[in-house]
């Protein structure tokens, strides 16, 4: 069973655990996205470093690629973040993987980089949505999916249609079920069919 669809916790079960390809270490049980970090594009991501990538994608307990994306506040310049993210998506499409996209201010961008790559056919997770509804708009538009965590705007959320939503903790301090509690109380729905959705749209997405 999926639930929690984005944790930085190495022994999360129920979980999708986001490592970069040079930390992969898959223990037995648990389940990983891998790329690498728009944070990490300081550093030159290197052709053996992709190959690296490419190799961990096709690994059994690999789900999605990711996290990977464009953050305008941080990182190296957003061509090269952009570039790094199209590369991402080749990956994914190759591997028939779903990515897990970080995105601070960089809506636009990161839809722009998919449509010319002609890449549009790769599913998006859009993680840690803290977005307005209008920006939790554009990104339904596009076909994404939406994933929040314990701090969204609900307005946000009052906007996302069920059968695009998903639950994270990230690297926050809480349980998934807290996060479920959070959502379910914003969408004056049962926290157990939060739960049931949550679990529903990432086995769905990613197996």
């Not at 930085?8 to 389940?31: E, M, N």
């Not at 939790?136 to 059968?163: K, V």
């Amino acid at each position: 069973m999926l639930l929690d669809i984005h944790t930085h916790r190495p022994d999360a079960t129920a979980a999708l655990i986001s490592v970069d390809p040079r930390q992969f270490d898959p223990q037995p049980g648990l389940w990983y996205s891998v790329g690498f970090h728009p944070w990490d594009t300081v550093e030159a991501i290197t052709p053996a470093h992709i190959a690296l990538l490419e190799q961990c994608a096709r690994h059994p307990q690999v789900l999605a690629i990711g996290e990977t994306g464009m953050d305008s506040l941080r990182g190296a310049d957003l061509g090269i973040q952009e570039a790094l993210f199209v590369r991402h998506l080749q990956v994914a499409r190759d591997s028939d993987l779903p990515v897990v996209v970080h995105s601070v201010r960089t809506t636009q961008q990161i839809l722009a980089a998919r449509h010319r790559a002609q890449l549009t056919d790769v599913p998006l997770i859009i993680h840690g949505m803290r977005g307005n509804q209008h920006v939790a708009r554009t990104w339904l538009d596009a076909g994404c999916y939406l994933s929040y965590g314990a701090r969204f705007n609900p307005a946000a959320l009052l906007a996302t249609p069920l059968d695009r939503l998903l639950i994270e903790t990230d690297d926050a301090p809480v349980t998934i079920h807290h996060v479920a509690a959070l959502v379910a109380q914003t969408l004056h729905r049962p926290i157990d069919t939060i739960l049931h959705i949550a679990t529903t749209n990432a086995q769905r997405l990613l197996t």
